[in-house]
């Protein structure tokens, strides 16, 4: 791609990450004379709809336990009706459902931890912040595994006419459900909830729906009905679909309360109190500040240091920060103090890029190469030690973050949150480095000597 090709690509990313990475409510306040402006501007939300792929984010910025405070809960396990051998694997199975049943939510960086006490088994959760944690822990309470009942004969003849009490028992509950989710019909594009249950559940509901063709089945979560679809033909292959006009919003919902139905053990919330930011907004605020004169610093010793070269590099910097900052907001990432750490880590490496490429073209100039020639041998020749440098750290930042979930490696989710920032902030520099402060070198350095010789 020719520079003056890529400078427009980086000009409409940088636009587009400037959109994204403004404030969500932000004032424009300007005056010259007797023109004034003064507007708060909104940044735009994304919704995108497109067939099966849904994608919508609010571009805030989320911020962690430790900035922000959130809620703190303790579930009671009942384990009455588990074996003692098998306790420990039910209250992890717990565990991993509560998590999941969160992070549908949209509650990120969440804490859960298993404790075992003196015969009780319990779960810690943290929540950070306060969108949909009511939700949230509304849905943590609904302890009740989820079961499928079906009318009683009597009542068959005029299914319109029966009341939710008279719905029976049919002995298939959520612990035979495998999965619930989203997906939409190929004829009409509406959104759909498909059930998937193991062989067991799987012959249960072929002899339910056998017997019940024409009629509703309904599906209740602590005796509360969720939804009552009413059967068109037998099921029995194990997978089937609630259809009824959803809106994607409401098929999500359904999905969301279907498989949290499937504990393998009954919780009780025994515990919530509120807690506090660990850091305080003055903390935060002198954090920001000693990160803004950080960067500030580096910027004037590239440009002391190598003058219009530096300043360019600065350039690519600004790009960089953009760039995170938009990623921040879509993946979305919930920030933490070890995140911000993260970030602030991850520029130095960005800015430890531009120093080994300008060192490498200096040594190249020295040689009497030209300039071009230079800069092409110093961007190349010092790709082999930026790729081996930020490779070794993206393998610490996986270390750190353990995606599989490894049990002799951390969990913590403050130091997963180091790692994401961290890893994110090197690939981005490695862009920035290499392909934006390249573009803006071979358009706009051109040394005094060079130039003299350029305009001759």
């Known amino acids: 791609m020719s520079p003056r090709k890529a400078i427009w690509l980086i000009l409409f990313l940088t636009g587009i990450c400037l959109v994204i990475a403004l404030p969500k409510n932000w004032r424009l306040n300007f005056s010259l004379g007797s023109f004034n402006i003064d507007k708060t501007i909104s940044s735009p939300e994304i919704n995108l709809n497109l ?66 006490t003196e015969g009780n088994y319990r779960l810690l959760v943290e929540l950070p912040g306060s969108g ?35 719905y029976q028992e049919t002995g ?13 019909d190929p004829q009409t ?69 279907l498989n949290a139905g499937a504990l393998p053990v ?29 960067l500030l610093t580096v910027m004037l010793f590239m440009i002391l240091n190598y003058g219009f070269l530096g300043f360019l590099a600065c350039l690519a910097l600004s790009v960089y920060g953009l760039v995170t900052l938009a990623l921040y907001k879509l993946i979305p990432v919930t920030l933490t103090l070890p995140g911000i750490a993260g970030f602030i880590l991850s520029v130095g490496m960005a800015v430890d890029s531009n120093i080994l490429i300008f060192e490498r073209i200096k040594e190249e100039r020295w040689l009497g190469k030209p300039l071009n020639v230079a800069m092409e041998l110093g961007f190349g020749r ?46 981005v520099s490695l862009f920035t480095g290499i392909f934006v402060t390249r573009t803006l070198v071979r358009l706009f350095y051109r040394p005094k000597e060079e130039k003299e010789k350029y305009e001759a």
């Open 189 to 257: 594009g509406e959104p759909v909830v498909s059930l998937q249950f193991n062989n067991e559940g799987a012959q249960s509901f072929a002899s339910i729906t056998g017997e019940n063709v024409g009629l509703p089945v309904a599906i209740f979560l602590d005796d509360i009905p969720l939804t009552a679809p009413r059967v068109n033909e037998p099921i029995t292959t194990g997978n089937a679909v609630i259809s009824g006009g959803f809106t994607i919003k409401e098929a999500q919902n359904l999905a969301i309360q």
């Open 51 to 116: 067939g099966p792929f849904t994608f919508q984010r609010d571009l805030e910025v989320k911020k962690g336990l430790d900035l922000q405070g959130g809620t703190h809960l303790v579930l009671d396990a009942d384990m009455t009706k588990i074996a003692e051998g098998e306790r420990k694997n039910a209250l992890r199975g717990a565990a991993d459902v509560i998590q999941r049943r969160i992070d549908l939510y949209g509650v990120s960086e969440t804490v859960v931890q298993t404790v075992e």
């Open 132 to 166: 949909n944690l009511n939700e949230a822990i509304e849905l943590i309470g609904k302890t009740a595994q989820l079961d499928f009942r079906t009318l009683p004969e009597d009542k068959k003849a005029t299914p319109s006419a029966a009341m939710i009490l008279d």
């Open 172 to 184: 298939l509950t959520g612990s035979q459900l495998e999965k619930a989710e989203v997906q939409f």
């Open 382 to 427: 010092a790709w082999d030690s930026i790729k081996d440098a930020n490779i070794t750290t993206l393998i610490t930042a996986f270390v750190l973050f353990n995606p599989f979930n490894w049990g002799f490696l951390n969990t913590s989710g403050m130091v997963r949150g180091f790692a994401l920032t961290l890893a994110l902030g090197i690939g």
């Open 266 to 294: 009954p919780l009780k919330v025994v515990e919530q109190r509120t807690i506090g930011a660990t850091l305080g907004e003055e903390s935060v605020q002198k954090s920001v500040k000693a990160g803004v004169i950080g």
